[in-house]
């Protein structure tokens, strides 16, 4: 049984910093692409950052150079650090895993697996 457990989240100003923390069972980081979505109430959930099996990573145009994300296949936890964040930024964050995403990683449809959330608010 697959469970993601999201931590992290909470209230920064702008300018701040975060970094959230997904912490799986039933999976191992290295062998899955895991992922992290944002959504807003009303909206779609956005892709934000992928790490894939053989580590490439990814990022969304609106956090490149901001937002890192980072695995560490002992504990195992998926990490995203956050940095000079916006109000834009503010959202519930979703961790999420796949076996294979490919190209289409920022289509939420494509993972399998998803944690409840952790909410960032920046003000």
């Known amino acids: 049984h697959v469970q993601l457990v999201e931590s992290g989240g909470g209230s920064v100003q702008t300018g701040g910093s975060l970094r959230l923390s997904c912490a799986p069972s039933?999976?191992?980081?290295?062998?899955?692409?895991m992922a992290w979505f944002r959504q807003s109430p009303g909206k779609e959930r956005e892709g934000v950052a992928v790490?894939?099996?053989?580590?490439?990573?990814n990022y969304a145009d609106s956090v490149k150079d901001r937002f890192t994300i980072s695995r560490d296949n002992d504990k195992p936890t998926l990490y995203l650090q956050m940095e000079n964040l916006k109000s834009e930024d503010s959202d519930m964050y979703y961790c999420?895993?796949?076996?294979?995403?490919?190209?289409?990683?920022?289509?939420?449809?494509?993972?399998?697996?998803w944690g409840l959330g952790t909410q960032v608010t920046v003000s």
């Open positions: 790490i894939d099996m053989d580590g490439k990573i």
């Open positions: 999420a895993a796949t076996y294979a995403c490919g190209s289409s990683w920022s289509n939420s449809r494509v993972f399998t697996y």
């Open positions: 039933g999976l191992s980081v290295s062998d899955f692409s």
